[in-house]
């Protein structure tokens, strides 16, 4: 008996259509999946059987054979044991209904129960672009099924009410369409706890404006780390497309909840500084996203930045320009998105307090200059704003006035991200830090007290052609701020101020 199930795989972030087709014949007892499965599809042999007890069907006594087209790629995971059961129950004809336009996709337990998988969203948002009417889950993945609209999902908790519906004996119903609530922002973690530090606020402010990577430098206890953790605070809400694309990799991961099936706000990563290069970047034998995948359009804090190993922050350099990673391996290539904010935070040599005004460094000159040498100056071309953390003073701690809360900053955020949605509509930007260099003149014109200036900036400074475009990015968000269509004199010097540290110490 010949029958055929339609799945769905999955190989890094792309989805791909699996027909599973079974063979039931006369000859010696054997039950073989080919189709280059990997050794976890291999095992499903042994969950197919015991779970066919659990629903008190004897496995055939014949040959059995399963194929996984197509054939030359490769099959992981336990994504396709619901469509192996399926298969062998149609193969048997225990199930006589047609399952034409219906893919399954799910782990089968020994005792018969769906477990939830990973990956569920892109291998659905495939399902519906191949005509897939329906697509049967386990049930904990069918409310992250249901956020797409156009088919039908069936969140499944065992296999008797698989077999039960197929039998129609009793049916099962598809899941409502999931629409995500608007992201609450609501975070404890405000800006108004925050004594002092207008500079560095006002440098965070225009880095989320136009989504800029910034480099916070000061000594121990001056708010690096409590500035950048209040940053999702003041950023914009992820669009519907974004959040798909963010939730996808997430999906993957296996970071997703049934109780949140679908990211509503912009991620916001911290990884430890001992993390691994494929910890940060991604990696694997199936490549797994990392840490600046998981960010996309998000934001990645990597504090204590010097204490990252080296090679670890190199592996930054090209996906911070190309916004996007790719892992190449001997199973295939796998390409994430990283479309994110870098925010990185450090102290300026081992002690501490190299360049403080009131205290000491006690670090020899080669120590200090050892341990800025960490940051590789391609490295920090690529950070937007370089942003001095200077010590909190006393009369700041112990004021008694009220500073600017998150929500106030966030609504002159939201302005200058509205008017960049106008400008670049139809374009694919989304924000300054995106514009492209043959966008940039027709989308940052300055008047000619701004071009003298910023020619004098970049002759003085001997800056890059990186970092003048840069300093242009981030000229055009201080106008956007300001409500200038046109970039002015002190919007080059306020981007040119922030381009400055690396003067101060690299140069020292």
Not at 109 to 117: A, E, M, Q, T
Not at 316 to 341: F, H, N, W
Not at 357 to 365: A, D, G, L, Q, T
Request: glycine share 8%; proline share 6%; with cysteine.
């Amino acid at each position: 008996m010949f029958a055929k199930v339609s799945s769905l795989g999955l190989f890094g972030l792309n989805a791909f259509p699996v027909d599973v087709e079974i063979d039931i014949s006369r000859g010696n007892p054997m039950f073989e999946i080919v189709g280059l499965p990997d050794t976890v599809v291999k095992e499903s042999r042994e969950r197919i059987r015991a779970a066919l007890r659990s629903c008190s069907i004897s496995f055939p006594v014949a040959s059995v054979m399963i194929n996984l087209a197509p054939a030359d790629t490769k099959k992981s995971g336990s994504v396709h044991d619901m469509a192996i059961f399926m298969a062998v129950l149609r193969g048997m004809r225990m199930i006589t209904e047609e399952t034409d336009g219906s893919a399954f996709i799910g782990e089968i337990s020994l005792n018969g129960d769906i477990r939830r998988i990973n990956g569920v969203l892109p291998m659905v948002m495939l399902a519906r672009e191949t005509g897939i009417k329906s697509v049967f889950v386990p049930a904990e993945n069918a409310k992250e099924a249901s956020v797409i609209d156009g088919i039908d999902i069936y969140g499944v908790h065992n296999a008797e009410e698989l077999i039960r519906h197929f039998r129609n004996e009793e049916l099962l119903s598809p899941s409502e369409h999931y629409i995500p609530p608007e992201a609450a922002y609501n975070d404890p973690l405000d800006f108004a706890d925050v004594r002092g530090q207008q500079s560095a606020k006002k440098a965070l402010e225009i880095a989320a404006a136009g989504g800029h990577n910034a480099l916070l430098i000061g000594s121990p206890g001056s708010g690096k780390s409590m500035l950048a953790k209040r940053m999702p605070s003041i950023l914009p809400p992820l669009t519907f497309e974004e959040a798909l694309e963010t939730t996808k990799i997430h999906s993957i991961s296996g970071l997703l909840t049934p109780e949140m099936p679908i990211i509503t706000k912009r991620p916001f990563r911290s990884p430890h500084h001992t993390i691994s290069s494929a910890g940060l970047a991604g990696g694997g034998t199936v490549p797994h996203p990392g840490e600046v995948s998981l960010a996309h359009n998000g934001l990645l804090f990597l504090d204590e930045l010097a204490e990252f190993d080296r090679k670890t922050l190199e592996i930054l350099r090209q996906p911070l320009e190309d916004r996007k990673v790719t892992i190449a391996r001997a199973s295939g290539t796998v390409t994430y998105p990283c479309t994110i904010m870098l925010i990185g935070a450090m102290n300026p040599c081992p002690c501490g307090y190299f360049g403080h005004p009131k205290r000491k460094c006690i670090c020899p000159k080669n120590k200090v200059t050892g341990y800025l040498s960490k940051i590789s100056g391609p490295l920090l071309d690529r950070f937007d704003l370089h942003i001095e953390v200077a010590p909190v003073e006393f009369g700041d701690l112990s004021s008694k006035a009220k500073e600017e809360s998150s929500a106030e900053i966030r609504k002159r955020v939201m302005s200058a991200r509205e008017i960049q949605k106008e400008r670049f509509r139809d374009t694919g930007i989304t924000c300054n830090a995106l514009i492209t260099p043959d966008k940039l003149q027709e989308f940052c014109p300055m008047d000619d007290s701004a071009e003298t200036l910023m020619k004098n900036v970049f002759d003085r400074l001997g800056l890059s052609a990186r970092a003048y475009d840069r300093i242009l990015k981030v000229s055009r968000t201080i106008a956007d701020i300001d409500g200038s269509e046109v970039i002015k004199k002190q919007h080059v010097a306020a981007a040119a101020q922030f381009r400055s540290l690396d003067r101060k110490y690299w140069n020292e």
